[in-house]
């Protein structure tokens, strides 16, 4: 027992830094190793992941673009606005009309919600190509509204065998909203 009789402080900080070099060698060729698996994931993960992330992208930025669209997005005084604000549009130029709305369930959790709507004025004359154009920018600015009923008449009572003008004729639509009813 030699070298441990004649151990002193300079002896014993060189065995204490050979072992601690040893054991942070151990330490140091670990966390290597770790290292290369981990860059060898990264190679292998990052381009598949990279891509869903752009897919994800593309599909959100195609919702919000749907919701922008969307100007229908509540309930039935949002109906009543959007409708009005139709109306008035340039190129529809319906002006004023009534609205009443009804609704129905057709099952459980899924309800019908209507709007019928006509003319404010019954005797007002309308070209067909505002009254259609009415109806198409209704359907065009949200997904959610349909016109499911539609009746165009002529304002006056015209002959068998008359056609009528461009410019004399009055409709009454009904619109539907599909939506799901929640606490059925």
């Known amino acids: 027992m030699g070298f441990f009789s004649e151990l002193n402080f300079t002896r014993s900080v060189i065995l204490v830094s ?3 070099s040893a054991v942070l060698g151990y330490v140091v060729y670990d966390k290597m190793q770790q290292l290369e698996q981990l860059e060898q994931q990264v190679d292998t993960r990052a381009p598949l992941l ?3 992330i752009q897919t994800l992208a593309v599909v959100l930025n195609n919702l919000n673009a749907a919701v ?3 100007s ?6 949002d109906a009543e606005t959007y409708v009005r604000g139709i109306a008035q549009r340039q190129a529809v130029e319906i002006g004023n009309v009534n609205i009443s709305p009804s609704s129905r369930t057709l099952r459980q959790g899924v309800e019908d919600r209507m709007w019928r709507i006509e003319p404010a004025e019954k005797k007002r004359e309308f070209r067909l190509a505002n009254i259609s154009n009415f109806l198409y920018r209704m359907e065009e600015k949200s997904r959610r509204v349909k016109v499911t009923s539609l009746r165009i008449e002529p304002v006056q009572r015209l002959r068998e065998d008359e056609i009528g003008k461009d410019r004399q004729w009055t409709f009454e639509a009904q ?6 009813v929640s606490g059925s």
Not at 72 to 77: I, Y
């Open 175 to 180: 619109i539907t909203s599909r939506q799901a």
């Open 18 to 20: 050979l072992v601690g």
């Open 68 to 70: 922008n669209l969307e």
């Open 50 to 52: 990279v891509q869903d």
């Open 72 to 77: 229908l997005q509540g309930e039935q005084p």
